[in-house]
């Protein structure tokens, strides 16, 4: 179990640490310590951050050997040798004795280079930027990015997503072979996430898992995608469950390789520290609830996963998460000069055989930064001692005999192993009952007899010493079980003839099976299709039926048409007929008015003259006499 010692909570000075002070003579001890053992772990990156946990098979540097002071401190690591541009939002990892960085951003804009730190040399190294070619034999170039993630997979760094220019609607995966050093892209099929930034990618084996980030609109996401690296193949996965809410800048680790661990983050209006888990057995989603101590909200911090402690770096101090004990607790308070204490860093896991450390590099606060700076953590760790005799041939009898049980164990183990994967395989493809029976019995027997030989080999050790004696004289054991062990092997390679056998029947039977599939597919699209069809007949039938109401409802309408237009047709002859009486009467009127307007001129004429003559009658007449009164 990795940890810290038990100083929490102790503020440190950042410490300057030269690479002379642990190689100052010819005779002092070489940094460069091989691992323990070669290790894989999850790994986290997001817009700010980076980080990995991994062992080497290759040989590493001993930090050790190159710090000093309070392992509680944060310590500034001398680096010999030009340094890299000053960056943040970059993305880190670690492969063998090396740290690669790639991209991220400057003062100046985005950043394409590919940095490599050596820990055998202390020394970075600057890969020379290349044109690549794509399986489209396209010439390509990576593109300068921030907010991407970086995973180790074998001897090449995967690069995910991120912010790039120029930028691209869907997510991009490239891979950096670290021998040839050399870029490549992934062509990926499948349902390909789109564009983002401040995501988090974690490794299960040849899988990566996807989750959240920011658009290229500053949406916050929380989807959730697979992507197999033998297939190039994206997949969305369906789960259910209290899913998280959307965010960005979180951290992300994979436990045991089902259970994923989310914390913390930015969603569209606050800075979280909530902490949520998926089982990936039963695609649930929950909300982890921590008793005690709770880190206050935060988004943009690295973390790291050693065994069941998941290491949190960031803000003013380094947190730890127990997987088993289920709580938080503070590992210490960082210094405010410390790189932990700024934006877009990164942090990598270095392990050893004794002590573990964690490397920091760049970030910002009002200037970008190159610095790298290590924390060494405690590793307790316990050995066993084993007791040997002498044999005759000067060798450890009991570790001889040893060796062989070991040897017939593994066998054991390898037949039971195999024997499990052809029964999976068989129960998976449905053979037939009676060759998976026949099958089973030869596995079950094989693997019988070897548990015997090493029951047998182990029951041979416990004899007592005239037995011992009257096995040397007759036979050697180590010859017999060399022997065994020989025949053992012959069986597993006769496993394995039947084995492939029953692979190729097995891809016969599957071949068989998809062009069947393939067929009731076809009949099954044809059904439909004839299901449409018969549809769309009866649609056209109603529509018919609905055609033929309507023309009947047309004629019916025509017939009250035609009798209104012969109704209409007569009333329009009577009134023609009556129109024309009234026109003669009209006519005969006017020429009676007219012979009574010439009659009324004669009379006017008349009166004319009548009045003429009497004004003339009364201009002759004399005064008129005075009538006289009687």
Known sequence: MFGFSKKSMKLGRVKKVHLSDSISTPGARSPIRPPKRAHNSSVHCDDQLDCECQKSAHPAADIASSTSGNSNNWMVLSIAGDKPAPRFNHAATVIGNKMVVVGGESGSGLLDDVQVLKFDQFTWTTIPSKLYLSPSSLPLKIPACKGH?????????????????????????????????????????????????????????????????????????????????????????????????????????????????????????????????????????SMINIRGFHPSPRAGCCGVLCGTKWYIAGHSETLIFDVLKVEWSVAFASPSSSITTKKGFSLVLVQHKEKDFLVAFGGSRKEPSNQVEVMELDKHESTMSRRSGKGPLGVSQRSADSVVRQNLASAAEHVSGRNSVSE?????????????????????????????????????????????????????????????????????????????????????????????????????????????????????KEKMAGLEMAHEEANSMSNIIHSDNLRLEHDVAFIKATFEDTQKELHSTRGVLAAEKARAFQLQVEVFHLKQRLQSLENRAPNPRKPCHV
């Not at 892209?185 to 930034?197: H, K, N, Q, T």
């Not at 496993?495 to 029953?502: D, K, T």
């Not at 099976?513 to 597919?521: D, G, H, L, N, T």
């Open 424 to 540: 999976s395989s068989i129960m998976d493809s449905g053979c037939a009952s009676g060759n998976a029976s026949h099958r089973k019995q030869f596995h079950e027997e094989e693997h019988n007899r070897a548990v015997k030989m090493v029951k047998r080999s182990e029951a041979g050790n416990v004899s007592s010493p005239g037995n011992e004696q009257q096995m040397n004289q007759s036979n050697t054991p180590i010859q017999t079980y060399y022997n065994q062990l020989g025949k053992i092997i012959t069986l597993i390679k006769k496993n394995g003839v039947l084995e492939g056998q029953l692979a190729a029947a097995l891809a016969c039977r599957e071949v068989a099976e998809k062009s069947f599939s393939a067929v009731v597919k076809s009949k099954q699209d044809v059904e439909k299709k004839l299901v449409d069809a018969s549809r769309e007949v009866e649609l056209l």
């Open 149 to 285: 993630c970086l995973v180790s997979w074998g001897e090449k760094v995967l690069l995910i997503g991120g912010k790039t220019d120029p930028p691209s609607e869907r997510i991009s995966v490239w891979a950096f072979d670290t021998e040839r050093e050399c870029w490549s892209v992934m062509e990926p099929r499948g349902d390909i996430p789109i564009a983002r930034s401040g995501h988090t990618v974690v490794r299960s084996g040849s899988t990566l898992i996807l989750f959240g980030g920011e658009d290229a609109k500053k949406r916050k996401l929380n989807d959730l995608h697979m992507f197999d690296l033998k297939s190039l193949l994206w997949v969305p996965f369906c789960s259910t469950g209290a899913r998280p809410s959307a965010r960005s800048n979180h951290v992300a680790a994979l436990c045991d390789r089902k259970t994923l661990l989310i914390f913390g983050g930015a969603s569209k209006s606050r800075t979280l520290n909530d902490l949520y888990s998926l089982d990936f057995e039963s695609m649930v989603w």
